[in-house]
């Protein structure tokens, strides 16, 4: 282990959503850590910041289910952080949205892990790692799709890490609360011009009111999580939520 992780040097890692926020977090934390990365995104802006990190650039739509299989070939550690989110009643939801949600979120990491556990059983190691969400763990109205979907990646990567066990294979979630992301960050600052309060206000009394630690999770914290179950010393922790949500969960 050095300062900067786990030595992963020679490691395959697969990053998706890897433009921004969780993602690029992930990316930056396992190129430090000596891994091949390969940060993929649908947004073209992933190219620049992968070059910067040192990680190699993959533009892809993951609703490409057979593109998202390319990208699993070969790797050594996946990490499917891809996502969207769409906010409405069940009644008003467009079932289109809700069907391009659970492609990206549940299809998709099925398709990208489906392909890389063929090596990594031959080899006799590999790490998966979900980013899951409290929501994965607990519903929130308006949120049918995106509760669905990670609820459904749960129980897939528990699925995965018994199958993988005797393969030196993990697959674990990590299940956030909410984290400063851009998408968060602008979601504060809208509700802070329509209620006319400041944003730390708002991401107490609205976002954070069923948690008990009143601040948000930051990238880091959760890149750091990611990387440190792909080290030593983790053979043993798998299919397991790991709660990084303040306490939301514990009530």
């Given at each position: 282990m ?8 020679g490691k ?8 921004s926020?969780i ?14 990365v390969?940060?993929a995104?649908?947004d ?20 490409d ?34 069907g391009?949600?659970l ?10 892990v489906?392909?890389?556990?063929p090596?990594?059983?031959r080899r ?6 979900n ?8 519903a929130?109205p ?10 459904a990646l ?18 674990n979630?990590?299940s ?5 992301t ?6 504060v600052?809208?509700?802070?011009r329509?209620?006319?309060?400041p ?20 990238p ?9 179950l792909?080290?030593p010393?983790?053979?043993?922790i798998?299919?397991?939520s790991?709660?990084m949500?303040?306490g939301?969960?514990?009530?």
């Amino acid at each position: 282990m050095s300062a900067t992780g786990p030595d992963l040097a020679g490691k395959r890692a697969v990053v998706t959503g890897a433009a921004s926020g969780i993602g690029a977090a992930v990316a930056e934390r396992l190129v430090a850590t000596g891994a091949e990365v390969i940060a993929a995104d649908r947004d073209e802006t992933v190219t620049e910041l992968a070059t910067g990190l040192g990680a190699r650039p993959r533009v892809v739509d993951l609703a490409d289910l057979d593109a998202a299989h390319d990208l699993g070939e070969g790797a050594d550690i996946v990490v499917n952080n891809a996502g969207f989110q769409h906010v409405a009643p069940v009644q008003e939801f467009p079932p289109e949205t809700f069907g391009a949600i659970l492609r990206l979120m549940v299809e998709a990491p099925f398709r990208i892990v489906r392909a890389a556990l063929p090596d990594m059983y031959r080899r006799g190691w590999g790490r998966v790692v979900n980013i899951s969400s409290v929501h994965g763990l607990r519903a929130s109205p308006y949120k049918s799709a995106y509760v669905t979907a990670k609820h459904a990646l749960e129980g897939f990567s528990k699925t995965v890490a018994l199958e993988g066990a005797s393969h030196g294979v993990t697959s674990n979630c990590l299940s956030p609360g909410f984290v400063r992301t851009p998408l968060v960050e602008r979601q504060v600052a809208e509700q802070a011009r329509l209620h006319r309060v400041p944003e730390e206000q708002v991401v107490e009394d609205v976002l954070l009111a069923r948690t008990p630690v009143k601040r948000l999770v930051e990238p880091a914290e959760v890149a750091d999580f990611a990387a440190w179950l792909c080290g030593p010393g983790t053979a043993s922790i798998t299919g397991a939520s790991l709660s990084m949500d303040g306490g939301w969960t514990a009530g």
